[in-house]
């Protein structure tokens, strides 16, 4: 009785093993490929938000925003760019209407002074019933500034914080505490706008 039959043994030949090297060659050439396009992606993703951090890091420098330093008696308040590079030229400061009728002009001297609206404050504040001891003062600037050697126009809604004193035989005593930025690039009516603000935060009344 014969054994199990061995099956026939079939040697690659030449041109099969080449072709099968060349096979493999193909895969870690295209693996090698997508490896490089996926580094090169996220090179490029990095690259592009060091971009966009930059770009939102010189937009936030350029920003002129005002900052407001209240001297120790609150009758004044010493206005600043906030990035000293900005050096103010100008500026017109805009009440609402019916604190202060025109606009108060400064050259070299940026500031707000308590004798601008305290009168004009507290008729306008008694003649809407607002007994309210603190509060804070729409007020529009429009500033000429210096920056890189170019003179720029700022066009800006502020919040004039203040805080009222009672006096003895005179109107209360007004304390200028600080300035808030509330929007910049204000159109042409300054006074509308303030105006507008002043309207919307009056007390509501029974």
């Known amino acids: 009785m014969s054994g199990p039959r061995r099956l026939p043994i079939r040697w690659l030949t030449l041109a099969e093993i080449v072709g099968l090297a ?7 050439g295209y693996w090698d490929a997508r490896r490089e396009r996926a580094q090169e992606d996220r090179e490029r ?34 206005l600043a760019a906030a990035h000293p590079e900005q ?14 009728g025109e606009a108060v002009e400064t050259t070299g001297n940026p500031r707000i002074e308590v ?12 003649e809407r019933g607002d007994k309210r001891t ?10 000429v500034f210096i920056e890189d050697g ?11 914080g203040y805080s009222l004193h009672p006096r003895v035989l005179r109107s209360d005593k007004v304390e ?8 910049r690039g204000v ?8 105006d507008g603000v002043w309207t919307r935060a009056a007390p509501q009344r029974p």
């Open 187 to 194: 159109g042409e009516d300054m006074q509308a706008a303030v």
């Open 87 to 100: 050096v103010i030229q100008t500026q017109a400061i805009t009440f609402p209407a019916a604190i202060r």
């Open 45 to 78: 993703a990095a690259a592009a938000q060091e971009r966009q951090a930059q770009a939102k890091a010189g937009a936030l420098k350029l920003t002129f925003v005002l900052t407001g330093d209240p001297n120790p008696d609150g009758d004044r308040l010493r």
């Open 115 to 126: 004798g601008w609206l305290e009168g004009g404050l507290a008729k306008a504040l008694r």
């Open 22 to 28: 060349a096979l493999a060659i193909a895969g870690l």
């Open 176 to 183: 200028l505490e600080g300035l808030s930025l509330v929007r």
């Open 150 to 160: 170019q003179t720029k126009t700022d066009r800006a809604l502020y919040l004039l």
């Open 134 to 143: 603190q509060g804070r003062l729409p007020v529009g600037i429009v500033t």
